[in-house]
């Protein structure tokens, strides 16, 4: 399908958070050497709440942050703005390590760490156009209501109780939010909607006020014990701290660490009242689905539908197009989808597509690190959750560097260790079949199968999902 494009239609340029606020102009570079207490790689939400909390608890720390283009400019300035509670990865697969308690206490964390971030927010001054308002998620098939219903009872396992999610009647999700063709939905209270952009930029800000210096146009091109250098000076500090997520495989020696996954989005013109009236969503929740080509989406603060999902394919060597260009097909890809959602989009347009990077570990858990005996450390590989989750690493960093045993510090992620991911052709065919698989078996469900196409559990296999 081909997407109708406003007059102003943007492909790229970052993201439409950013054409919102203006994008900025880079800050000066790192020009020569420097001795830091603490060098990190990296200016998106991780790297930036770890400056932000070792800042707080050790104001006499010297901190240098490295950042390639300017803050804010990778995943965190471009997501879906989901301030999500959702774990970045299998709790089977951290209880295997820790066991279950240690599974539900990582869990409640992350509840507990999207009121840190909103609270921050709050004494920072940061107006993010966050509103704690839930995650919605439907089903439009017999195999997705099949699905949310074992993904709910899984949540149950885990230590989700009523009050943290439960099933909604149609009838509940209509009074919320009007989508076409839902049969079964669940909603949870932990969840915000944020304007990613205005967090990230915030946050810098806030960093910047402690004291901190962000080096932008600065590209670390080798990370190693004790320096972390670029091309006009080399930073020697105690701890380097890698915090590049979907572009780390860009990072000589990192290239099969986590794989550059793209997510692709697209925002709509503002809509008229009538059509909100149609729709709902006076809540804000945030809005997905239970397909395997996964949808997520959020009414934005000026009243249009951002919309993203599984688009824009992964690059042949985990190459990166940075500046978030996405193809048609994929923006028509996303068109259709979102007017099956609500068909009273239909007459209005497509304002902005774009793309970014996210980084998936080959068993699609994440980790947080620290070496003290290297001093190198790092967190991601958030798999697409990275919103909240980097706030838990910010602060579990931060601890790991001060050597504090604490509670995050016993979390099952940290100190995690993940096989690489293949070499090529092999990870560009996996991750291809895994898309083409997914498509096919969303069809073969929409058609009518009553349970999950066996065409996706292939997929999950292949790539471990
Ligand atoms: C389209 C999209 C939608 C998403 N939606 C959601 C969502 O709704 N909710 C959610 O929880 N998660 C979502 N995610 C994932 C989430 O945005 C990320 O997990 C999170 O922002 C990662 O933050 P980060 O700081 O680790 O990485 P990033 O924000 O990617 O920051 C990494 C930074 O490192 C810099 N860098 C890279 N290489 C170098 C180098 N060599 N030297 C110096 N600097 C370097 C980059 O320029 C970048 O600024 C989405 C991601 C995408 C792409």
Redo the contacts with the bound molecule.
């Keep these: 399908m081909t997407a109708p494009l406003s007059p102003d239609f943007v492909n790229g340029e970052v993201s439409f958070w950013y054409r919102s606020i203006g994008v900025p102009e880079p800050g000066g570079p790192l020009d020569g050497n420097l001795e830091a207490d603490v060098a990190i790689?990296?200016?998106?939400?991780?790297?930036l709440w770890t400056a932000y909390y070792l800042k707080k608890a050790q104001p006499s720390l010297r901190i240098a942050v490295?950042?390639?283009?300017f803050a804010?400019?990778?995943?965190?300035g471009?997501?879906?703005?989901?301030l999500?509670g959702a774990l970045a990865g299998s709790p089977e697969r951290y209880a295997k390590t820790h066991g279950a308690d240690a599974v539900r206490r990582l869990q409640r964390a992350m509840f507990a760490a999207i009121d840190e971030v909103i609270k921050v927010a709050a004494a920072e001054g940061i107006d993010a156009d966050i509103v704690k308002g839930g995650e919605l998620t439907v089903a439009r098939s017999a195999a997705q209501a099949a699905r949310l219903h074992e993904s709910l009872a899984a949540q149950r396992r885990w230590g989700w109780t009523e009050e943290d999610v439960r099933l909604l009647s149609t009838g509940e999700l209509d009074s919320r939010i009007r989508v076409n063709g839902a049969v079964a939905a669940t909603w949870t209270p932990h969840c915000a909607r944020i304007q990613p952009a205005k967090l990230v930029r915030g946050l810098a800000e806030a960093v910047r006020r402690l004291g901190v210096e962000i080096y932008e146009r600065?590209?670390?091109t080798e990370i190693a014990p004790g320096r972390a250098v670029t091309p006009r000076g080399t930073v020697r500090a105690g701890y380097v701290l890698r915090?590049?997520?979907?572009?780390t495989a860009?990072?000589p020696g990192y290239r099969r660490a986590w794989l550059p996954l793209n997510?692709?989005?697209i925002v709509t013109e503002p809509l008229p009242d009538d059509v909100w009236a149609e729709i709902g969503w006076d809540g804000q929740e945030l809005l997905g689905d239970m397909a395997h080509y996964y949808i997520?989406a959020q009414r934005t603060a000026d009243g249009r539908i951002a919309f993203?999902g599984r688009g824009k394919p992964y690059l042949y060597g985990s190459r990166i197009d940075a500046r978030g260009h996405t193809p048609a097909w994929t923006i028509g890809a996303l068109w259709e989808l979102l007017t099956a959602f609500f068909p009273a989009v239909a007459r209005f347009r497509v304002d902005h597509a774009w793309?970014?990077?996210?980084g998936v570990p080959r068993d699609w858990c994440s980790t947080v690190h620290v070496d003290r005996a290297t001093g190198l450390g790092w967190a991601?590989g958030?798999t697409?959750?990275?919103?909240?989750?980097?706030n838990l690493a910010g602060r579990t960093l931060c601890d790991l560097v001060l050597g504090r045993e604490t509670e995050l510090t016993g979390l099952p992620w940290v100190g995690r260790r993940v096989r690489a991911w293949e070499p090529e052709p092999l990870r560009w065919l996996g991750v291809h079949s895994m898309y083409r698989l997914y498509r096919l078996a969303d069809a073969r469900e929409s058609a009518g199968l009553a349970r999950t196409s066996v065409l996706a559990k292939i997929a999950d296999l292949i790539t471990g999902h």
């Design positions: 790689v990296g200016a998106g939400y991780t790297g490295l950042e390639k283009e804010g400019f990778g995943a965190s471009r997501n879906g703005g989901w999500t600065t590209p670390v915090c590049t997520e979907g572009f860009r990072i997510s692709s989005m997520y993203g793309s970014g990077v996210l991601g958030y697409g959750h990275g919103v909240t989750t980097s």
